[in-house]
């Protein structure tokens, strides 16, 4: 049995089967699963396979179910002579091109580029791109952006495949032409949001640069600003060694033995102005009064309760009160630790 048309063996590749004798494998126009054209066929002039195909063709044409059949595909297909004179095309085809009412056949692009605008521009582009097949005298794949004339534009992957006379005479072109505007509208989109997200990134890389700097600036500030914190630490205490004290002393020897005691309060204040001991005992969380802030600082210093009663011009009995009170707020109550070592070792700068 004699079929004489391309039988599909796989997604790359058809046979020729002639008197149920299978030519060898050659490669089909279309392409394979990845996307990618498959290999290139051979030339198309042998003469048995050429005659064969073509007279097939020929015969399909006669036929109304072959012209149902190409009207059924949405790819746009189309068979020229070798002159480029239109023979068929499938309904998909004319209506792009805005023929479906003309009486396209026997006529070229020159021809038919009178009936609309969109002929015009577009099968001059068409004659163009059917000479290069020809010239290659071999498979042509190429993608072709068409302006509609609503202005939207599509994309074609069109498919060229030139047949010959056994004599390399030109016999016949068949065109084969595929929509893929969704497909390379996501592709334009998608390169469009990775341009955005590369943006994206690229100011966040700057915002962290500029985050750094200012951190930088911050640390030096701060490390200059320690810096003069003790450089005037250092002044205060030179001046108040060198222009109090020497006058507390002077004093001394004319006060009484009560009011030495205050005077050496005023001198250890003195010693330790810029300590952050009082500042510690005024914190909201111990929440001591004054009174306790001012018992704790003359405990520091070691002073009795005795002492502290005649300081503070208070009982004793009420100084116990006070330190019992003291303790309990700062933690130490039913605690054998003694609330000088603690105070010392937990205030004291």
């Given at each position: 049995m004699v079929t004489g048309y391309p039988r599909t063996l796989s997604d790359s590749e058809f046979v020729v089967v002639k008197s149920d004798?299978?030519?060898?494998?050659?490669?089909?126009?279309?392409?394979?699963?990845?996307?990618?054209?498959?290999?290139?066929?051979?030339?198309?002039?042998?003469?048995?396979?050429?005659?064969?195909?073509?007279?097939?063709?020929?015969?399909?044409?006669?036929?109304?179910?072959?012209?149902?059949?190409?009207?059924?595909?949405?790819?746009?297909?189309?068979?020229?002579?070798?002159e480029?004179?239109?023979?068929?095309?499938?309904?998909?085809?004319?209506?792009?091109?805005?023929?479906?009412?003309?009486?396209?056949?026997?006529?070229?692009?020159?021809?038919?580029?009178?009936?609309?605008?969109?002929?015009?521009?577009?099968?001059?582009?068409?004659?163009?791109?059917?000479e290069r097949a020809w010239q290659k005298e071999e498979l042509d794949l190429s993608e072709e952006i068409f302006s509609m004339p609503d202005g939207e534009k599509k994309f074609f992957e069109v498919v060229r495949m030139p047949l010959f006379h056994p004599d390399g005479r030109r016999?016949?072109?068949?065109?084969?032409?595929?929509?893929?505007?969704?497909?390379?509208?996501?592709?334009?989109?998608?390169?469009?949001?990775?341009?955005?997200?590369?943006?994206?990134?690229?100011?966040?890389?700057?915002?962290?640069?500029?985050?750094?700097?200012?951190?930088?600036?911050?640390?030096?500030?701060?490390?200059?600003?320690?810096?003069?914190?003790?450089?005037?630490?250092?002044?205060?205490?030179?001046?108040?060694?060198?222009?109090?004290?020497?006058?507390?002393?002077?004093?001394?020897?004319?006060?009484?033995?009560k009011d030495h005691y205050c005077l050496d309060i005023i001198a250890t204040h003195i010693d330790t102005i810029g300590s952050s001991f009082i500042q510690d005992l005024k914190s909201p969380a111990l929440n001591l009064t004054p009174r306790e802030i001012q018992l704790a600082d003359l405990v520091m210093q070691g002073r009795t309760n005795k002492e502290i009663a005649d300081l503070l011009n208070i009982s004793v009995r009420s100084v116990e009160s006070y330190r019992y009170s003291l303790r309990k707020k700062l933690g130490l109550r039913n605690k054998k630790i003694n609330l000088r070592t603690y105070l010392l070792s937990s205030f004291s700068s």
């Open positions: 004798k299978k030519q060898k494998p050659s490669p089909s126009f279309l392409r394979n699963e990845n996307g990618t054209l498959a290999a290139r066929p051979p030339l198309l002039k042998d003469g048995v396979r050429t005659e064969h195909m073509q007279g097939r063709l020929r015969r399909f044409s006669d036929h109304e179910p072959f012209l149902a059949l190409i009207n059924l595909s949405p790819d746009i297909i189309c068979f020229k002579d070798g480029g004179r239109w023979l068929l095309a499938n309904t998909s085809c004319l209506r792009l091109f805005g023929l479906e009412s003309v009486e396209y056949s026997g006529k070229r692009a020159t021809e038919l580029a009178g009936e609309n605008d969109f002929c015009r521009k577009t099968l001059r582009v068409w004659e163009v791109a059917d016999r016949r072109l068949i065109i084969l032409g595929r929509d893929v505007t969704s497909a390379r509208q996501a592709e334009i989109a998608l390169r469009a949001e990775s341009r955005c997200c590369q943006r994206l990134h690229e100011e966040i890389q700057e915002k962290n640069e500029l985050i750094n700097k200012v951190k930088t600036t911050i640390d030096v500030l701060l490390e200059r600003n320690e810096a003069v914190q003790k450089v005037m630490e250092q002044r205060i205490a030179t001046n108040l060694q060198e222009r109090i004290l020497p006058y507390l002393e002077l004093l001394r020897s004319k006060l009484s033995e």
